[in-house]
């Protein structure tokens, strides 16, 4: 049964596109165009892909805490399996199955999910922060002599792939080509080479690992009881850094760029970094659309039809920015948001990421207190993508300052007890010797490549 569009929703065109630079430059005026259907409308993820995005909190939580009526296996999506979509399409990289915890229901789910969190939980949370504190001194040494920069491209971007690498325990070659094809895979670009590449270089990389373990994630996952094999292994990993390192760095941009502007108002002239983020999860969420559900049968889903096997996905952002939730987002209820999901498939690694941001945030703000935006806030561009909600850059200008602040970081930190010491609890090593950027010889190298040489332990 097709959906059909009600009188009340003439001038929105059936199946909004999602994957336009007007719906990346005001997503929620999409959102509220889209709630004239009711509690989810249909939407066009991409060229040739049709789904229903769910807009309505109590529609979306119900969804995502229904494990009877709703399969997170891609496997049943009916135009996928009948050719009606391309195998190039942009998006299937996220949206195509994978044995992972993410796309898979009942008694393997748990069993695939219990080993990423025993995994993540043997990570420190103070060690991460401590961690993360080096890095961000290094990459703000690198631009702090400018007087200007771009948050994104020379901060927000670098310092997650720079410290996932290390959690993950990942070679720097390959830290290049994971980090490289993962950002092409988010943006919809090249779609197949990329999801090659990345398969490529996980597939290395637990090679690496079962012969030679270490004290990381991958390791970790590797000699986890659940006894993962190798496709299962790269695709818990294909899962964990697309959840980390994209989502990561938008999660610190957009707060970035909350800060610098609300520094003009008399309002948020005292905002805290924790307000700025708990304002960008309600509003603008790092991962805005995602958790795609199948029904098992035709479904009505609060006057809304919707058929059996066909994609619907969770728009948190618009979820959260729900007229009926006007008390909660007022209050700023941090229990309340769905930036996290919520039900079983909810976000494993909630506590490490916010500890990742609060900590990048902080560190750069403390290094350059003068920050300032070098182009009006309208001006600034939003990356085009269904999935998520990214800038493009976020130009910045400041007082320049010497880039001295890693040798801090010099002097090797007391030594952890044996049974808690690991590769992500000990604080990189960093030499005192000169920033890179005025020794180093033109090389073949990625940047991250010849950075991550820095932090080796």
């Known amino acids: 049964m097709e959906l059909q569009q009600p009188a009340a929703t003439r001038g929105v065109p059936a199946g ?39 807009t309505d909190y109590q529609a979306a939580l119900k969804v995502l805490q229904n494990t009877t009526d709703f399969s997170r296996d891609p496997r ?57 504190e080096p890095i961000a001194a290094f990459l703000i040494d690198q631009f702090s002599e400018r007087g200007r920069a771009d948050l994104l491209n020379d901060y927000a971007k670098l310092l997650p792939l720079l ?51 270490g004290e990381d994630v991958t390791s970790w996952l590797i000699q986890h009881p659940a006894g993962l094999n190798d496709e299962e292994l790269k695709d818990q990993l294909v899962m964990l850094m697309g959840a980390g390192v994209e989502p990561e760095r938008n999660l610190i941009g957009s707060a970035l760029l909350l800060l610098l502007t609300s520094r003009s108002t008399a309002r948020g002239a005292g905002m805290l970094t924790e ?67 919520a039900g079983p498939h909810a976000c494993p690694a909630k506590s490490p990421s916010q500890v990742i941001a609060l900590t990048a945030i902080e560190a750069l703000l403390n290094a350059l207190p003068d920050l300032t935006l070098a182009v009006p806030e309208e001006e600034l561009q939003w990356r085009p993508g269904p999935f998520h909600r990214a800038l493009a850059a976020l130009p910045v200008r400041f007082t320049p300052t010497p880039g001295t602040r890693v040798a801090a970081f010099h002097a090797p ?20 010797a000169p920033a890179p950027r005025t020794e180093a010889k033109p090389a073949r190298k990625g940047f991250w490549s010849s950075v991550i040489d820095l932090f080796r332990v």
């Open 163 to 213: 410290l996932f690498n290390r959690l993950f325990g990942c070679p720097a070659d390959i830290g290049d080509r994971l980090t490289g094809s993962m950002s092409a895979m988010f943006d919809g670009k090249d779609a197949l080479r990329a999801n090659a590449e990345l398969t490529a270089c996980l597939m290395e990389l637990i090679t690496i690992k079962r012969r030679e373990p």
């Open 413 to 432: 930190a007391a030594p952890a007890p044996q049974s808690a010491r690991s590769q992500t609890a000990e604080p990189p090593r960093v030499p005192a």
């Open 16 to 54: 909004c596109p999602m994957h336009t630079q007007d719906f990346a430059a005001d997503p929620h005026g999409t959102y509220d165009r889209l709630r004239a259907f009711g509690p989810a409308g249909p939407v066009e993820l991409a060229p040739g892909v049709d789904a229903t995005l769910i």
């Open 76 to 132: 049943r999506w009916k135009a996928l399996n009948e050719g009606r979509i391309a195998l190039d399409n942009p998006v299937l990289p996220m949206m195509a199955y994978r044995p992972n915890c993410l796309f898979t229901d009942g008694a393997v789910h748990l069993r695939l999910r219990k080993a990423v969190t025993d995994s993540l939980e043997r990570l420190n949370i103070g060690r991460i922060r401590r961690d993360v």
């Open 275 to 341: 307000e700025a983020l708990d304002h960008v999860l309600w509003n603008n969420p790092p991962i805005a659309n995602y958790a795609t559900h199948y029904p098992l049968y035709d479904i009505d889903l609060g006057g809304v039809h919707v058929d059996a096997n066909t994609p619907l996905v969770v728009s948190f952002a618009a979820a959260n920015s729900d007229p009926s939730l006007k008390d909660a987002r007022q209050a700023r209820s941090k229990g309340a948001h769905l930036a996290w999901g």
